[in-house]
C-alpha cells in the first residue's frame, strides 16, 4: 500500500489484538493439546520461554508444573493482560512476562523448554518460522548447544484438490474458507488426497519458504474450483510410548481462478511458491492448478 501510516506488522495473524484472543481461549482442542504436550516436557524446575505468549494460557500449564517461565509478547495490551491474569491465577510469581519482539529476545542463561504458537495453517501470515529461527540464531550466540526442546516439535504441510459448494443463500462467492478440522465439511467434496510439500522439525534446520511442482491424482471425477491447505503440528513425541500429541490448524480452502472438470486418474499439475508468513493473496497469486497438457491441447485444438 502507498499509506505512509499502514504497518504490515499489525495485520491480523501477525499482531492479533487481544478482543481476537478469546476464539484462541475458547478453542479446546488447541488448549488441551498444548496442555498435554506441556505437562508432558516440563518438569518443576526446568527453565521456559514462551515466544508470543498473548494473554499467557500456554505459560500457565507450565507454571504450573513449577517451571520459571520468561512469557515474550510485542503487544503492550496483551503484555498488561497476561501480567494481570498470572496474578489472577496466583502464578505471578513464575511467569515473568516482558514487552519484546520475540525475535530480538537474548537469553541470559539456559533453557529447558521453547514454546511457540504463532501458527496459522501452511505457515501462511504468522511469523512462526522467523520467530523460531531468529531464537535458535540468538541462542546459538549467546549460550551456545544444546538447543532447548521446542513444542510444537514438527509442523507437516499439505495440499489437496477439491470442489467446493461457494453459494451462500443463492449467492455465489468463491471466497477463502476456514473449516474446523474436528468437524463435518459440509459442501467440500475431495478430489484427491492430502499431499505433503513441506515439513519443519524446529530443532534442526528448516526452510524459510515453500515450493511445489508435482502432479496430484484425481481419486474421483469432479469440478476442480479450490484447493484445500492442511497442517498438522506435532506437540510432543513419545518414543518410549510411540504416542504423540498432535494438533491440527484449521483447514483453509482458497478459490482457483480458473476452474475446470477433471475425471478420475487424471494427474494435475500444480505449482506454487511462498515464503512463511505471506499473506493469502501473495500465495494465490503464484498458485497453478491447471488441466494436464494433453486435455490443454485438445481444448486448443
Known amino acids: 500500500t ?30 488441551l493439546s498444548f496442555r498435554k504436550a506441556i505437562e508432558a516436557v516440563v518438569s518443576p524446575g526446568m527453565k521456559v520461554v514462551e515466544l508470543g505468549c498473548g494473554t499467557g494460557i500456554l505459560s ?46 537474548l537469553p541470559s542463561e539456559p533453557v529447558d523448554v521453547v514454546i511457540c504458537e ?22 546459538l550466540q549467546c549460550i551456545g548447544l544444546p ?4 513444542i510444537p516439535e514438527a509442523s507437516l504441510l499439505t495440499i489437496q484438490l477439491i470442489e467446493q459448494n461457494f453459494e451462500f443463500q443463492d449467492y455465489y462467492a468463491p471466497i477463502p474458507i476456514f473449516q474446523s ?25 528448516f526452510p524459510q519458504g515453500f515450493h511445489c511442482q508435482r502432479k496430484i491424482r484425481m481419486e474421483q471425477s ?3 474450483n479450490a484447493v484445500r491447505l492442511l ?26 481462478e480458473q476452474p475446470f472438470a477433471a475425471f478420475k486418474d487424471e494427474m494435475i499439475p500444480i505449482t506454487f511458491r511462498y515464503h512463511g508468513g505471506d499473506d493469502l493473496e501473495s500465495f494465490q497469486q503464484g498458485l497453478s492448478v491447471s488441466l494436464p497438457a494433453s486435455r490443454r491441447q485438445l481444448r486448443a485444438a
Not at 506488522?9 to 478453542?27: A, F, N, V
Not at 504463532?118 to 541462542?139: C, D, P, S, T, W
Not at 474436528?182 to 524446529?202: C, D, F, K, Q
Not at 497442517?231 to 513425541?237: A, E, F, G, R, V
Request: proline residues 5%; aromatic residues 8%.
Open 2 to 31: 502507498d499509506n505512509p501510516s499502514f504497518n504490515p506488522e499489525h495485520l491480523l495473524g501477525q499482531y492479533i489484538p487481544l478482543h481476537y484472543h478469546h476464539h484462541m481461549l475458547q478453542d479446546q482442542d488447541r488448549t
Open 60 to 105: 500457565s500449564f507450565a507454571a504450573r508444573r513449577g517451571a520459571n517461565v520468561t512469557c515474550i509478547e510485542r503487544n503492550p495490551a496483551l503484555v498488561a493482560c497476561s501480567k494481570k491474569f498470572s496474578k489472577l491465577n496466583h502464578i505471578a510469581d513464575r511467569m515473568n512476562v516482558i514487552e519484546q519482539d520475540a525475535t530480538h529476545f
Open 118 to 139: 504463532m501458527l496459522h495453517v501452511g505457515m501462511l501470515r504468522e511469523q512462526q518460522l522467523a520467530v523460531i529461527e531468529a531464537f535458535k540464531r540468538n541462542y
Open 147 to 150: 538447543l532447548p526442546k521446542f
Open 181 to 205: 478440522p474436528a468437524a463435518e465439511t459440509t459442501g467440500t467434496n475431495e478430489l484427491s488426497s492430502p499431499h505433503r510439500y513441506g515439513e519443519v522439525i524446529y530443532s534442526e534446520s
Open 222 to 224: 469432479g469440478y476442480v
Open 231 to 256: 497442517t498438522q503440528n506435532i506437540l510432543h513425541i513419545d518414543i518410549e510410548r510411540s504416542e504423540s500429541v498432535n494438533w491440527a490448524n484449521q483447514f483453509l480452502v482458497l478459490p482457483l
